[in-house]
């Protein structure tokens, strides 16, 4: 299971950080990855970072800003987010991937179709 914290409202230009909380053996082993949401558009890809952190990969609108990261010992992983635009409002989801091909590769995927455990969401929002 997985267990997303830390957002809220923040305003534009600034930061926050997410976290999202493993339990059990499926976040050891796990690419993992972050999606976000709006009420008017499909879950959409953040950042991803493969099991065992060496690999990290992000939607070309947050590259730069955010920052993708995990503590396996801790089952945690967080996401720091800078210079955060009105368009980064969202609840923003974890997930996790199951699929033990990509653990042995290192490798993480941006398809949302990859990821079977999720997180409840955090909202974010970032005003003006």
């Known amino acids: 299971q997985l267990q997303a914290c830390g957002g809220g409202e923040v305003p534009a230009g600034g930061s926050l950080e997410l976290s999202c909380a493993g339990s059990g053996r499926t976040f050891i082993l796990n690419a993992m990855a972050w999606f976000r949401q709006t009420e008017t558009q499909e879950r959409e890809f953040v950042a991803a970072?493969?099991?065992?952190?060496?690999?990290?990969y992000y939607s070309p609108s947050v590259k730069g800003r955010f920052t993708i990261s995990r503590d396996n010992a801790k089952k945690m992983m967080n996401l720091h987010m800078s210079d955060l635009k009105l368009e980064d409002t969202a609840v923003y989801y974890c997930a996790a991937d199951p699929l033990l091909s990509r653990y042995y590769d290192d490798v993480a995927s941006d398809s949302r179709d990859s990821y079977e455990t999720w997180g409840q969401g955090t909202k974010v929002t970032v005003s003006s």
């Open positions: 970072i493969s099991w065992s952190g060496a690999n990290t």
